[in-house]
Each structure stands twice: as structure tokens, then as C-alpha cells.
């Protein structure tokens, strides 16, 4: 004898079923937006950290280079007068158009020194369009002195070295708990 088994007959969709599947939808599309913005919350969070420690190696950095700078190029021959950190040049609206981690300064001549934890092609380049921003600054404002550029740091990778000299920058190296200046035979440093 053969059993049949009876079936319901199938519903197809039913709006229930489709409302149903968008209010899930919906409740997904929130949990992950939600998930979204505690991931972007806990990025921005890390990136303020990087940028917290990245700022305080720039400055342990920097406390190495500025101690002695003057007479790292008094031995040069340079005499300068004045040395500051951290300087801004702003605009007539007080906006800033430049800063220099350090800047040493006399009657005719002003040196901008640019510091990095880590040196790399781009900081020189950085430099290089910042001593022309300064160029125009002093022009504005009828200062007349030569301007040259320097660049430190206390790593510096193969290759930023050379590259910094040919484009007529000094080059500040970490040299034990001193910074020593090296300066090759024919260096000329460009004049802005």
C-alpha cells in the first residue's frame, strides 16, 4: 500500500515575509553602520596617539640639535646672534605660512634648520619649498638677508644625505649625544 503524505501548498512571498526581510535587512545595514563608526572612532583615536609620539620624538629630536647648533656653525664661519624654535611666519590675517624648527639669525644672513626623527627625500624637498615661502616673506616685508637651509635628523636612510647636499642643504647628522655637520669638499650652500 502507498502512503501519500499531503502538502501544504506553498506561499510564495507574502508581504509579510518581504517586510520581514527588509526590517533584518535594515537591523544588518544599522549594526554594521553602528560597527563602522566605533572602527573609524578607534582609528581616528590611535592616529591622535602616532601623532602625540611622533611630535614627541620630533622634540627629543629636536633638544639634541638645538643645545650646540650655534657652534656647530660658528666652526663654519658663520657667526649668528640669535637662535629661536619653533618660529611662525604668518600672514596679515595670522595665518601661518611657515615654521621653522629652528632658526639662527645675524645682520646679513639667516639659516632655517629643519628637524626630522627620520630624514627622508620628501623632508628635503618640504624644506626647499619652505625656504622659498620664507624667501617671499622677507621680500614682503623689505628684509633683504640671505636665506640657507639645513636639515637634521638621527636617522637618516642612504640616499637623503646626498640629495640634501646637492640641493645645497646642510646635513645635521646624530653623532653620539651630539650633532656633528660634515661638509664636503666644494659644498656651496644655495642662497634663497
Do not use: C
Amino acid at each position: 500500500m502507498i502512503t501519500e503524505t499531503k502538502r501544504e501548498p506553498e506561499m510564495g512571498l507574502t508581504f509579510e515575509k518581504v517586510w520581514a526581510m527588509f526590517q533584518e535587512t535594515d537591523r544588518k545595514f544599522q549594526e554594521t553602520d553602528r560597527q563602522l563608526k566605533e572602527t573609524d572612532r578607534q582609528l581616528k583615536e590611535t592616529d591622535r596617539k602616532i601623532g602625540k609620539l611622533g611630535g614627541r620624538l620630533g622634540e627629543l629630536v629636536e633638544h639634541l640639535v638645538a643645545p650646540n647648533i650655534l657652534e656647530k656653525f660658528n666652526a663654519l664661519g658663520y657667526v649668528f646672534g640669535r637662535a629661536g624654535a619653533n618660529v611662525r611666519f604668518v600672514d596679515k590675517n595670522n595665518r601661518t605660512i611657515a615654521e621653522v624648527d629652528i632658526l639662527l639669525e645675524n645682520g646679513d644672513l639667516v639659516l632655517a634648520v629643519e628637524v626630522k626623527s627620520k630624514l627622508s627625500t620628501e623632508n628635503v624637498q618640504e624644506h626647499m619649498e619652505r625656504m622659498e615661502k620664507l624667501r617671499r616673506y622677507a621680500d614682503d616685508h623689505g628684509d633683504l638677508r640671505k636665506l640657507i637651509g639645513a636639515v637634521a635628523g638621527a636617522v637618516i636612510p642612504e640616499g637623503v644625505k646626498p640629495f640634501a647636499l646637492k640641493n645645497g642643504l646642510y646635513v645635521l647628522e646624530q653623532a653620539g649625544d651630539t650633532v656633528k655637520i660634515e661638509v664636503p669638499e666644494g659644498f656651496k650652500p644655495r642662497e634663497w
